[in-house]
Nanobody, 115 residues
Framework: QVQLVESGGGLVQPGGSLRLSCAAS????????MGWYRQAPGKQRELVAI???????EYDDSVKGRFTISRDNAKNTVSLQMNSLKPEDTAVYYC?????????WGQGTQVTVSS
């Protein structure tokens, strides 16, 4: 089983920054992809940014140039640096990991962008 623990959400003013982190632990044999999704109230969960084996890093168009995803393979962690935050970035952010064992989600961390 794989466990994902997220941290770093909170309340920030428009234009501000936040950094989300996610640590994967447990019996991890091989990570195929690792990244972040988000879900705003009344909307479907959507991809924010992701690393996938054999593919270039992907970002949703709405966050390109503002968000940066990074990964530490030795520690099985993935982070999301979010700059120039906008009210429309408000959502619950979920860490996502896909391994040979299956797909795993974090518990979610709330990000609220408001003045």
């Amino acid at each position: 089983q794989v466990q994902l623990v997220e941290s770093g959400g909170g309340l920030v003013q428009p234009g501000g920054s936040l950094r989300l982190s996610c640590a994967a632990s447990g019996r991890i044999f091989s990570i195929n992809s690792m990244g972040w999704y988000r879900q705003a109230p009344g909307k479907q969960r959507e991809l924010v940014a992701i690393f996938a084996s054999g593919r270039a890093t992907e970002y949703d168009d709405s966050v390109k140039g503002r968000f940066t995803i990074s990964r530490d393979n030795a520690k099985n962690t993935v982070s999301l640096q979010m700059n120039s935050l906008k009210p429309e970035d408000t959502a619950v952010y979920y860490c996502y990991v896909r391994t040979v064992q299956g797909v795993y989600w974090g518990q979610g961390t709330q990000v609220t962008v408001s003045s």
